[in-house]
């Protein structure tokens, strides 16, 4: 699913990605661009979430842009 304008790896957002998960990497977070469920994957390996958490935490973070 692709989230159109709000994308995880420019300008604000991309710092805004940063303070909400620090330890993914700019790298990464241009691999993602934009796909959600690549962004779910992300947060699930770097931060040991299940699915449910990860989608969670993306889901409240697209509703803040």
């Known amino acids: 699913i692709s989230l ?5 790896h420019r300008g604000q957002r991309g710092s805004r990605t ?3 998960w620090g ?3 700019d790298d ?3 691999r993602v661009a ?3 469920d690549q ?3 992300l947060i699930q390996s770097e931060y040991g979430k ?3 958490e990860a989608e969670a935490e993306v889901d409240r973070w697209t509703r803040g842009l």
């Open 4 to 8: 159109g304008s709000k994308s995880f």
């Open 18 to 20: 940063q303070g909400a």
């Open 23 to 25: 330890d993914i990497t």
């Open 28 to 30: 990464e977070r241009g």
């Open 34 to 36: 934009g796909q959600r």
């Open 39 to 41: 962004m779910v994957g």
């Open 50 to 52: 299940d699915k449910s």
